[in-house]
């Protein structure tokens, strides 16, 4: 069996719900097809507390992160370490610090098709901003639709996270 190669798209850069990602490649239609992202985010940004079946694997390139999984809590992870969530298990993340973050993440195709849905434009003259309540009824819309579990303002408060 040959190896899959695969050529980088040129596709720019989205905002999705305040953090930027571009989309290293387009995976294929099959279930298993892989997607590799880079994802930067800004100095106070967060991913609210979320599961999805599909495993996800950071390497981050700058800065430093926390991640919260509901089987370890909090923990944080520094530039060259590799943060691995499973499937099925509940996470977060947030950039507690003042400096940028950026890391390559990398999964199974339908957080490709996720982080498509929810995408803004990104022009490198704007600004980043946190979601607004209307992008955060998106998210919730979005999530029910792939089959994706978003924890609510309250859960995402036990954990220390506050939503617009």
Known sequence: MQPTIITPSNEPTFD???NLIQFLNEPGTGQD????????LPAGTLVP????ADPELFFLLKG???????????????????????GNIKHAVRNASDEVVRAILVSKAGIYDFFRELARPFTPESVPN???PEELTALYTAASRHGYWIGSPVENAAIGITLP
Not at 49 to 52: D, K, P, Q, R
Not at 64 to 86: C, D, H, K, M, R
Request: no cysteine.
């Open 16 to 18: 999705v719900l305040g």
């Open 33 to 40: 097809d892989i997607s590799f992202m880079t994802a930067t």
């Open 49 to 52: 507390l979320h599961s999805h």
């Open 64 to 86: 430093s992160l926390e991640v919260y999984q509901e089987t370890a809590g909090w923990n944080a992870a520094a530039s060259g370490q590799f943060i691995t969530i499973p």
């Open 130 to 132: 946190p979601p607004t």
